[in-house]
């Protein structure tokens, strides 16, 4: 998923190019300049995942395919693993993309939080990867700004789809985001609530999070990733199914109501909870879908944010209210995988997964075999059909790229984003 002011177009839940793919409406009428990646002029390893130039999102794109496939048991090809496992720094940071991984990442590489959270949540899922982990989450530890936020790029100031993504990467690797502190002693979950829109807005905003704390506006794809990371989840979430009715609820800013403070356990739930109430108000807005809008561009459908939207609602336990959202995804969602790429199915697929709906007929698309198709083909273990899933189960984004990568941008996670997605 990554929007304009500061919707995907200003945010980068991922890339460039991711960006610029969440942004391509099911209607395929985006202008040239925000239309799905053209395929790179060089021919590209035997083990990525898409036909894109992968410059700026080889590793978000990879990460995700990686992790939806794991999510439905398909067991990926060795060549796609290795692939992303060969993309890391010595440091620990992964960046969008290395051509030459022979050659040592330098004090010019652009090392990305997004994109090295994104590869520790597939590569924690995958397992037998700990040392790159490991490795992985100590960068991420020691880029970690004061307000116990991330941003994209280290030195930038810290925004909620980057932090929210650290966040996932960190509850993946085994680590309680709780327990992560900043040089001046505040956590991720502080860093993040930092982002919240509380009683001081309008109706319509309250309960949404921002982008940054610069030209605080409510933003459904900050809103989305924030109502995931405020509840410690990352890209995978339980699959609440679609009777799980738990309420969503705006924050209460009657006369003598107070916000809660703080980010003990029951702030960061009011937190996710006015997230979700907003981002379905959005939703129910427009025809159960989010919007995005790019200079010079009429607003379009967001399939990207809206994927995103349906993952944080299922977190929440909002089957329910997902249910709707779902349905349009269901009839929208293909059509713009098909153009925007591998990332966008592993998308579609976790949207699929937090709903207990069968992405192996997801509107009528094996969304798993469309998937597949984009890269190597996975191991035959894997081959084995997988049981529709129940969604009864307990268990189980966002990023961005300097503002001279997507337009008018700035940095941003949402080459979603929340999320983001290359072809």
Not at 117 to 139: N, S
Not at 394 to 413: H, N, Q
Request: charged content about 15%.
């Amino acid at each position: 998923m990554a929007p304009l002011a500061p919707s995907r177009a200003a945010l980068v839940r991922r890339a460039a190019v991711v960006c610029a793919a969440a942004l391509v409406p099911f209607a395929a009428t985006a202008p040239a300049a925000f239309a799905a990646p053209t395929p790179s002029p060089k021919k590209l390893p035997a083990g990525l995942y898409g036909s894109g130039d992968p410059q700026y999102d080889g590793v978000w794109r990879q990460s995700l395919a990686l992790l939806a496939q794991h999510t439905v048991q398909v067991k990926p090809a060795a060549a796609a693993v290795d692939w992303l496992t060969g993309q890391q720094c010595a440091d620990g940071a992964f960046t969008a993309y290395r051509a030459d991984t022979a050659k040592a990442c330098g004090a010019s590489t652009m090392r990305d939080t997004n994109q090295t959270g994104a590869a520790v949540q597939a590569l924690a899922a995958l397992g037998g990867h700990g040392r790159a982990v490991d490795k992985a989450v100590h960068w991420l530890t020691s880029v970690q700004n004061d307000d116990g936020g991330w941003p994209s790029m280290p030195g930038s100031p810290s925004d909620a789809n980057s932090t929210a993504v650290v966040i996932g990467a960190l509850a993946a690797a085994g680590e309680d985001p709780a327990t992560v502190e900043s040089p001046k002693g505040h956590t991720p979950y502080e860093g993040l609530l930092t982002f919240r829109l509380g009683c001081a807005v309008k109706p319509a905003e309250r309960g949404a999070f921002t982008f940054q704390l610069k030209g605080a506006a409510a933003n459904a794809d900050a809103s989305a990733a924030a109502a995931t990371g405020a509840l410690g989840k990352g890209f995978v979430v339980p699959a609440a199914g679609k009777d799980a009715d738990a309420p969503v609820a705006a924050p209460d800013c009657g006369d003598g109501k107070k916000e809660p403070t703080g980010a003990d356990a029951a702030a960061l739930r009011s937190a996710a909870s006015g997230a979700s109430a907003y981002l379905v108000k959005e939703m129910d807005a427009h025809g159960q879908h989010l919007m995005s809008a790019m200079p010079g561009a009429k607003p379009q459908p967001d399939v990207g944010n809206t994927a995103d939207a349906v993952v944080a609602l299922a977190a929440g336990g909002h089957g329910a209210a997902a249910a709707k959202p779902l349905a349009w995804l269901e009839k929208n969602g293909p059509a713009w995988a098909k153009q925007a790429g591998p990332a966008a199915y592993a998308q579609l697929v976790l949207a699929a997964h937090a709903t207990g709906t069968d992405p192996r007929d997801f509107g009528g698309t094996d969304l798993v075999a469309a998937l597949n198709a984009t890269g190597p083909k996975p191991s035959d273990a894997a081959k084995k059909a997988v049981p529709k899933e129940k969604g009864t189960g307990s268990i189980s984004a966002w990023w961005l790229v300097p503002v001279g990568l997507a337009a008018g941008a700035g940095i941003g996670f949402l080459l979603s984003g929340r999320r983001k997605r290359g072809q």
